[in-house]
């Protein structure tokens, strides 16, 4: 059940909107479900002596109006309370009697009209279709005073929560107020009007953010959104010193045909000017490559260099998000991530990035703000994707992005259960739809270079395949290897484990070591995520059709003992890779 509320000074012309035909939605038998005291003249249905609809309609507005009219200069301006509350599509239809009742329990709600109140405003609700009705009041009071209303979107959302609870309604996501502003009826009924996908104001805020991801300075975000065909106003205090910003999109003009411009901070709260600066301050992004993303292979392709070093910097992400340290941070660090690997995608997937992206960009702000939000490594990681160019979706580069993305499905669950523990319901939903996208964008990239190891896998003489599989069962705790995992399953894995034993690891000190880096169970499929754990960790081509190089003898890195702490594992300093941590302590694994 959605409430909608706005404010006007027109209470005649809003009814004859609502008792009219419609401009969009055609409007069939508008009646009154419920008014003020019960006996407020109806213009749908003859209830008075009048025979025509419109004197019966000027009479309800003057009876609406009366105390604003009393009141005279001491009325507000915009006296007008419009209220349209819509069920889902899956909810059963009301009855005009249970509207009746949702009407006079928001009136309630909102301090409009208390129950037992006889000075409450005037109030009438409007049925005019199945699924929604429209509540009308006028903000003055029988005493001519104004009502409290503080906070009546808030108070309206939550009388609608418990209304869905107690009818067995669909129950929608409570918010906390961090939410983008939707665009209005009249932005999107422009927008299908001029045969734009979506409207101007989404189009514009997936614009800004994009721009902004991995941006080092200032003066480069203002350059990208130039260079992304926005229209920009910089807004300059009377020192000169810019104070904000505001964008449009070419050929979006109002009736007097100027160009219509839209603030930052009314595309996203986080895209305000000075939010973006905090931003920038707090992670500034540097050009550095993780040094485990070059050692060894200094002939990739700079795409694939760069996603093996997000890569990195994600799973870090996804250990920190276990944890308050710094989580908030995290989850901006992610959305920017996200938003460069889908600007650098190949055609197939970009279409599931664009939506994951677009999904996550909710899950990116709550009130919880991080102590010390140092997202220095993973605004840099979205730095080099950006720099490093577009991917081209085969070869290494689509192994290093299905790579990628398999860890960023596991970030992204993280991130759902960061937000489910602190109470987060539209957050939460956001990231588990952000994982669902990636999970399918993670298929289509991943398609090629699996079945590649799969035939590898197979392809193996029948002894060694034999060893590398018993290794696989005996190291997998209890309960991960799914009933589903027989020994063709885990034919890319067993490739990989042969691959890298060739290359100079320790195959059972490999496996081990990407297993304890972080929980299993939340992953799809257990097999896809070591394969690419390993073959990051082996330095390992993440397309097998790659030349695979022998490592030096001494294989210290992957003998390594580690030690169990909370039911993870924590690498000794010489079996974990080298990621930077602010924290000047070694990340958990």
Not at 65 to 86: F, I, M
Not at 348 to 372: D, I, M, P, Q, W
Not at 391 to 411: I, N, Q, Y
Request: one cysteine or more.
């Amino acid at each position: 059940m959605v409430p909608k509320i706005r404010r006007g000074s027109r209470t005649h012309g809003l009814l004859v909107y609502l008792y009219g035909p419609g401009k969009r939605d055609e409007h069939t038998d508008a009646h009154l479900v419920g008014s003020w005291d019960g006996f407020a003249p109806d213009p749908g249905r003859d209830n008075s002596p009048d025979p025509d609809p419109k004197v019966t309609l000027a009479r309800l507005a003057a009876a609406l109006d009366l105390r604003v009219k009393q009141a005279g200069d001491k009325a507000p301006a915009q006296h007008v309370w419009h209220c349209s509350v819509r069920t889902d599509p899956s909810d059963r239809t009301l009855t005009d009697v249970e509207w009746n009742t949702v009407a006079r329990r928001l009136v309630h709600a909102v301090n409009l009209a208390p129950e037992g109140d006889p000075d409450g405003c005037r109030w009438v609700a409007v049925r005019h279709a199945d699924d929604h009705i429209h509540i009308v009041a006028t903000m003055v009071r029988g005493d001519l005073r104004r009502p409290r209303m503080n906070y009546d979107f808030k108070k309206a959302q939550a009388e609608c929560r418990r209304i869905e609870k107690e009818w067995g309604l669909r129950r929608l996501k409570p918010g906390d107020g961090t939410g983008a502003k939707s665009p209005t009826s009249a932005e999107r009924f422009k927008a299908e009007r001029t045969g734009r996908p979506e409207a101007p104001r989404e189009t514009l805020r997936e614009a800004v953010r994009q721009a902004l991801a991995g941006a080092a300075t200032e003066e480069e975000f203002f350059t990208r959104l130039h260079e992304a065909g926005l229209r920009v106003k910089i807004r300059n205090a009377p020192s000169g010193d810019a104070i904000g910003y505001n964008v449009a999109l070419p050929g979006d003009r109002n009736r007097e045909g100027t160009p219509i411009w839209y603030p930052g901070s009314k595309l996203a709260p986080d895209l305000s000017l000075p939010k973006i600066r905090r931003r920038l301050v707090d992670g500034t992004a540097d050009q550095t490559t993780h040094p485990a993303a070059t050692s060894g292979r200094p002939d990739w392709s700079p795409p694939a260099r760069e996603r093996r070093n997000a890569t990195g910097i994600a799973e870090r992400a996804a250990l920190l998000l276990d944890s308050d340290d710094e989580a908030a941070a995290q989850l901006v660090g992610i959305g920017e991530l996200l938003d460069a690997v889908t600007q650098t995608s190949p055609a197939a997937t970009r279409a599931e990035l664009g939506a994951a992206a677009r999904a996550f960009e909710r899950a990116t702000r709550s009130h919880v703000r991080a102590e010390r939000a140092d997202t220095r490594a993973i605004r840099s990681a979205a730095r080099g994707i950006i720099q490093a160019g577009s991917a081209l979706g085969r070869g290494e580069d689509g192994g290093t992005t299905a790579m990628l993305l398999s860890t960023l499905v596991l970030v992204t669950l993280a991130a759902a259960r960061w937000h489910s523990a602190r109470g987060h319901a539209q957050q939460a939903h956001a990231s588990r739809r952000t994982a669902e996208h990636l999970r399918a964008a993670y298929r289509q990239a991943a398609a090629m270079p699996m079945q590649a190891l799969h035939d590898q896998g197979r392809a193996l003489p029948e002894a060694e395949r034999r060893a590398h599989q018993a290794t696989i069962h005996a190291a997998l705790p209890n309960g991960v290897m799914r009933a589903d995992n027989s020994s063709t399953k885990t034919d890319a894995l067993t490739a990989t484990l042969a691959q890298a034993e060739h290359a100079g690891h320790d195959p059972k000190a490999l496996l081990q070591q990407a297993i304890d880096m972080r929980e299993l169970d939340t992953a799809d499929d257990v097999n896809d995520v070591l394969v690419w754990r390993l073959r990051r960790l082996a330095q390992l081509p993440a397309h097998p059709g790659e030349a695979t190089r022998r490592r030096p003898a001494d294989t210290s890195q992957t003998k390594a003992p580690t030690s169990r702490t909370n039911n993870r594992t924590a690498p000794t300093a010489a079996a974990r890779p080298t990621v930077s941590d602010p924290r000047n302590r070694p990340p958990r694994r």
